[in-house]
C-alpha cells in the first residue's frame, strides 16, 4: 500500500463554514427529542418533594387514578423493581438517584411519585391530585449547613484530590508580602433550552430512546444496567441537542422511571421536564468558599500560591466543584498547594456544569492576583507576566503548546489596555459612571477520550462520514464534517455527516472542551483509512495513471488521487472505484490519546480576558460595556464557530460575575428563583461590546490534527476580569459572587 501524506489543514478547515444543521434549525424541521410522537405515546408527568428532607407519609392516589385519562401511578410502594440499584455507582459517569426506591426525600424538586396518562394536561392534574403529605426534617443548606468532611479514595469521578508541589511553608515564610482572603461563589444551574426529556418505547424486549444525550453510545450501558438487557439492545436517537452543558452525559431518576412505565404499559412513553423541575436531579455547580494566600518576595514573584476550597455536595453523593484545581497549572510560584473539603447540604448532587471548577476557581484565583498586584504597586499584567510559567508548574513537564503571552499581547493591544491607570476610580464617562478596567488569564484543559469512526469513499466519488457525535449547539456537525471531509480530500459539500445514532460507531463524550478532538481524530484516522486503501488500488490497478506508485507517496486532493512527487499522474476516485468493481471503499478509524504522551507534556488550552464596566456612582449599577478575550486553542477548525463558543463562554462569564444564585428559603431547603424570572441570567441588553480574537498555535503533541477545546476556556478569566473592573471603577473589592448593588453599597 502506498504512502498517503495526509494534510494538517485541508481546503475545508480553517474556513468559517456556516452551521450545516442551521435552516434545519431555524425552519423547524429539526427533530428533536421530544418531537417524536409515536402510536399510542402516553405522557408522563413526575411529582416534585415540596420538601428538602424527611419522608413522604401519604399519597391521594385514588384521587389521581380517577382521574379521566391517567392511566398508572407509580410511588414508593408500587413501584416495579429495577434490575439495577439508582443507589449503587456502577461506572464511572454515574450518580446515585431518586426513583422511588424509598419514601425518603433526599432534596427539593426530587420525585416523589410518577402520573402517567392519556394527554399532558392530564397527567399534570393527576400528580396535582395526589396531594403529598410528609413528615419534614429541617433542611441543612449553604456552606454553613453541616460539618465539613475531607473527601476520601483514589480521585473517582467527581472527587478531586489534594495536591501539592514544593515546601508550601517554607513559601509561605520567604514571602515579603502576603494575601490571605476568601471568596465565595453562588450554586449554579445548568438551564438548556431543551429540557431533560426522552420517548421511551419497548420493541420485543429491545428499547428505543429519542433522548437528548452528549454520550450517544456511552449512556447505553447505564440503560442497560438498571433494566437487565444489554447495551446492544438499546437503540438512542439523539441528532440535536438543545444545549447540555454536562447535565445531559449522566442518566436521571425520571428518565429511569419513563422507561420503567413505558416497559410496564407496553406503550412509548414521553417526559420532558418542566422548567422548574431542572432545578433539582439534573445537576448544578455547587457553592464554593475559597481560601486563597499567596506569597511574593521583593520583585513581585510569587514563593506560594496556596488555594483551599470547601463545596456543597449532595447529602447521598459525592460531586465537589473542583474549584482549587484552577491554580495548579497557571502560574509560576515556589510552592504550590490545592486543598478540598465539601459539606452535604440538601440538594440534589452537583455535577460537572461547563468548566466545572475552573469557573469558580478562576473566579476567585484572578480576584486573588489582581488584589496581590495592587499590594505590591504594579500592574496586573505585568504582575501575571513576572509569575508566567515557562513549564507546567510543580510537575515541571513542558507545554505542548503554549502562547499565553500573545494572547495577553494581542488581548491588551486591541483592548488598549496601556492608557489603564493603576489607582482605582480614576476614570469616568461623559454621563459621569464610574469606569473600570480589568483582566483576568483562562486556562482550561485539552483532554481527549476514546471514540472511533467509519469512512466511505462512494462509487460516485462523494464521501460518507460517520460517527455517533452529539451536537448540542457547538457545531459539532458543521466542525466534524469539515474536518472528515479533508480526511477524504473531498470538497464539503461532495460529503454526508451521518451522527447523533447509537447504531454509529461510538463518538465519546461531549464534554470536557475534548469533543471535536476526540471524534474530529477518529474521523481523520477512518478517512486516512480509506484513501490508503484506495490508493492501493490504483497502485495495483495496470490501468490506471499511479499503477506502480509503491511508497511515491499519494495525496487525496478534490476528490483526485494524486502521486505527491509528479501531479500529472492523478485519477479521480470515482474512476478508480468504477473499474475496479464499483465497491464502495470503507474505512476505519479510532481516537484515543496514548498514556505517555499525557506523560511528556502539559495539555491546555490559554487565554486572556480584559473587560470594562460602567458603574452608576449613587445607585451602583454595574453595567459590562466591553469584553476583548483572546484565546490560543491550537488548530482552529471553523472560526466562526470558535467565536460562537468563546463568547458564549464570556456571556457565561458575566452571568456567573453579575446575574446567576440559586436562592434557598433556609425554612423549607427549598430553591425560590427556580424559574427563569427570578433565577437571573443575561440578556442582550446585558451584552455589549463582545471580542474575540484567536491566537494562531501549532501543537504537535495535543493530538493528531492539532486541536484543543474552545466550549469552557471563555468563562475561566471572564469572571475575574469583570471582578477587577468593578475594584477598578469603585475602589470596593467584593468576594462574593455574584456581585450585587448591595455589596457595592456597603463598601461606599
Request: charge should be negative.
Amino acid at each position: 500500500m502506498p504512502d498517503v501524506i495526509m494534510p494538517r489543514f485541508g481546503s475545508n478547515s480553517g474556513q468559517p463554514t456556516t452551521r450545516r444543521d442551521g435552516i434545519a434549525k431555524v425552519t423547524g424541521t429539526a427533530t428533536f427529542a421530544a418531537d417524536n410522537h409515536p402510536d399510542r405515546m402516553l405522557h408522563a408527568v413526575y411529582a416534585p418533594a415540596t420538601i428538602a428532607r424527611g419522608r413522604v407519609t401519604a399519597l391521594d392516589t385514588e384521587a389521581a387514578l380517577a382521574h379521566p385519562g391517567v392511566v398508572a401511578v407509580y410511588t414508593p410502594w408500587n413501584r416495579p423493581p429495577l434490575a439495577g440499584d439508582p443507589d449503587a455507582k456502577p461506572f464511572m459517569f454515574a450518580f446515585r438517584f431518586e426513583a422511588l426506591q424509598s419514601d425518603e426525600v433526599r432534596y427539593a424538586n426530587q420525585p416523589v411519585a410518577f402520573v402517567v396518562a392519556e394527554s399532558l394536561e392530564a397527567a399534570t392534574e393527576g400528580a396535582r391530585l395526589l396531594k403529598p403529605q410528609y413528615e419534614a426534617q429541617p433542611a441543612r443548606v449553604g456552606l454553613d449547613g453541616n460539618a465539613p468532611f475531607k473527601p476520601k479514595g483514589d480521585a473517582p469521578f467527581g472527587l478531586p484530590r489534594d495536591v501539592e508541589h514544593g515546601d508550601v511553608a517554607a513559601g509561605h515564610a520567604a514571602a515579603d508580602q502576603a494575601l490571605d482572603a476568601t471568596y465565595e461563589t453562588a450554586e449554579n444551574y445548568h438551564n438548556a433550552m431543551e429540557s431533560h426529556c426522552l420517548v421511551a418505547e419497548w420493541k420485543d424486549g429491545k428499547l428505543e430512546l429519542d433522548i437528548p444525550t452528549q454520550a450517544v453510545v456511552l449512556t447505553r450501558g447505564a440503560y442497560a444496567y438498571y433494566f437487565g438487557i444489554a447495551p446492544g439492545d438499546i437503540t438512542i436517537r439523539s441528532p440535536y441537542l438543545g444545549g447540555g452543558f454536562g447535565s445531559k452525559a449522566i442518566a436521571n431518576g425520571p428518565q429511569i422511571l419513563a422507561i420503567m412505565a413505558a416497559r410496564e404499559l407496553g406503550r412509548p412513553v414521553k417526559l420532558m421536564f418542566r422548567r422548574d423541575q431542572m432545578f433539582g436531579p439534573t445537576g448544578h455547580r455547587g457553592a464554593t468558599r475559597q481560601r486563597i494566600r499567596i506569597g511574593i518576595d521583593g520583585d513581585a514573584r510569587m514563593t506560594v500560591l496556596d488555594h483551599e476550597s470547601l463545596a456543597t455536595t449532595s447529602s447521598f453523593d459525592d460531586f465537589i466543584e473542583p474549584a482549587a484545581h484552577a491554580s495548579q497549572g497557571l502560574y509560576n510560584a515556589g510552592a504550590l498547594r490545592s486543598a478540598f473539603e465539601a459539606v452535604r447540604v440538601d440538594t440534589g448532587t452537583p455535577g460537572p456544569v461547563r468548566a466545572p471548577g475552573e469557573a469558580s476557581g478562576s473566579a476567585a484565583l484572578e480576584s486573588a492576583m489582581d488584589e496581590m498586584a495592587e499590594k505590591a504597586g504594579i500592574d496586573p499584567l505585568d504582575f501575571r507576566l513576572r509569575n508566567y510559567a515557562e513549564t507546567e508548574p510543580g510537575t515541571g513537564k513542558p507545554y505542548s503548546s503554549k502562547a499565553l503571552r500573545e494572547c495577553y499581547a494581542e488581548g491588551a493591544k486591541r483592548f488598549g489596555w496601556e492608557g489603564r491607570p493603576l489607582e482605582p476610580r480614576r476614570m469616568q464617562d461623559a454621563d459621569g459612571k464610574l469606569v473600570g478596567w480589568g483582566m483576568g488569564t483562562a486556562l482550561f484543559g485539552a483532554p481527549m477520550f476514546a471514540a472511533e469512526a467509519r469512512a466511505t469513499l462512494l462509487p460516485d466519488g462523494t464521501g460518507l462520514i460517520e460517527t455517533a457525535a452529539a451536537d448540542m449547539g457547538q457545531g459539532a456537525w458543521t466542525a466534524l464534517a469539515q474536518i472528515g471531509a479533508d480526511a477524504l480530500g473531498l470538497p464539503l459539500d461532495r460529503v454526508e455527516f451521518r451522527s447523533g445514532h447509537s447504531d454509529l460507531p461510538d463518538g465519546g463524550v461531549a464534554g470536557g472542551s475534548g469533543h471535536t478532538a476526540t471524534a474530529g481524530g477518529a474521523l481523520h484516522a477512518a478517512g486516512g483509512d480509506a484513501v490508503a486503501k484506495l490508493a492501493g488500488i490504483a497502485s495495483a490497478d495496470p490501468d490506471s495513471p499511479l499503477f506502480g506508485t509503491g511508497n511515491t507517496g499519494v495525496v487525496a486532493r478534490d476528490g483526485w488521487l494524486v502521486a505527491e512527487e509528479d501531479d500529472s499522474r492523478r485519477e479521480r476516485f470515482a474512476d478508480i472505484i468504477a473499474r475496479n468493481g464499483g465497491a464502495a471503499v470503507v474505512g476505519t478509524g479510532k481516537a484515543a490519546r496514548p498514556p505517555e504522551d499525557a506523560a511528556r507534556h502539559a495539555m491546555y488550552s490559554h487565554g486572556a480576558v480584559f473587560a470594562e464596566v460602567k458603574v452608576d456612582p449613587e445607585l451602583f449599577q454595574v453595567r459590562v460595556t466591553r469584553m476583548v478575550g483572546a484565546f490560543a486553542a491550537g488548530r482552529i477548525i471553523n472560526p466562526r464557530l470558535a467565536e460562537s463558543q468563546l463568547m458564549g463562554g464570556m456571556i457565561w462569564g458575566i452571568s456567573f460575575a453579575l446575574h446567576e444564585e440559586a436562592l434557598f428559603d433556609k425554612r423549607t431547603g427549598r430553591i425560590v428563583n427556580g424559574d427563569f424570572a427570578g433565577y437571573h441570567i443575561p440578556v442582550n441588553a446585558d451584552v455589549t461590546g463582545l471580542e474575540v480574537l484567536t491566537v494562531h498555535e501549532d501543537d504537535p503533541y495535543v493530538n493528531p490534527i492539532g486541536v484543543k477545546g474552545v466550549g469552557e476556556i471563555g468563562i475561566s478569566g471572564s469572571v475575574g476580569a469583570i471582578a477587577n473592573a468593578i475594584w477598578h471603577a469603585t475602589g470596593t473589592r467584593v468576594r462574593r459572587f455574584p456581585i450585587r448593588i448591595e455589596d457595592l453599597l456597603a463598601g461606599a
